[in-house]
């Protein structure tokens, strides 16, 4: 009975990371609808004072080097075709926006697989593993469940759980 709290905390992270992801996803694909990319792009500039932090990519959020998890936007993952393991720079802007930049991409290869959906998640299926993929990637590309997908994934890939997809075959 003890331990029944830290399932019920487990759980509830898991669930509010859901949420972030759904939003992040909800954000991607109202962005690629009404085009406010300009907005996003406003906010770049060459004079950025804040908080500058590294991490690594873990196929949807970004582990800082200070142990905080930061939401990577799914539209910037995507774009980006982000694989876990790659290295980000998040500045966080004194106005409180977030920039990421990928800054050490990791060793990658291209495979393909089939594209499944089990528990509102997507997956690729390549031989026996199954990755995850980000539902933004999917939507992009308007890959239905039973397409064969090419995915980019960690050249070490025994550890791997998420995978970037590439393309809709």
Do not use: C
């Not at 090419?150 to 791997?160: G, I, Q, T």
Request: avoid cysteine.
């Amino acid at each position: 009975m003890a331990d029944l709290p830290e399932k019920q905390i487990k759980r509830l992270r898991a669930l509010i990371q859901e949420a972030e992801t759904n939003l992040a996803a909800a954000n991607e694909l109202l962005v690629s609808l009404v085009g406010d990319d300009e907005r996003i792009q406003a906010k770049v500039s060459d004079e950025i004072l804040g908080k500058v932090i590294e991490g690594v990519f873990d196929g949807q959020n970004m582990v800082g080097s200070d142990g905080k998890t930061y939401p990577v936007p799914a539209n910037y993952a995507s774009k980006s075709k982000l694989v876990q393991g790659d290295i980000l720079k998040l500045t966080i802007a004194d106005d409180g926006a977030f920039l990421y930049k990928q800054i050490g991409p990791i060793p990658r290869k291209q495979v393909v697989g089939q594209l499944k959906l089990e528990g509102g998640h997507y997956f690729v299926s390549v031989g026996t593993k199954d990755y995850r993929v980000l539902l933004a990637s999917v939507t992009y590309f308007k890959a239905k469940p039973g397409d064969q997908v090419s995915v980019n994934v960690p050249e070490d890939d025994s550890a791997a759980e998420w995978a970037a997809l590439e393309a809709a075959l």
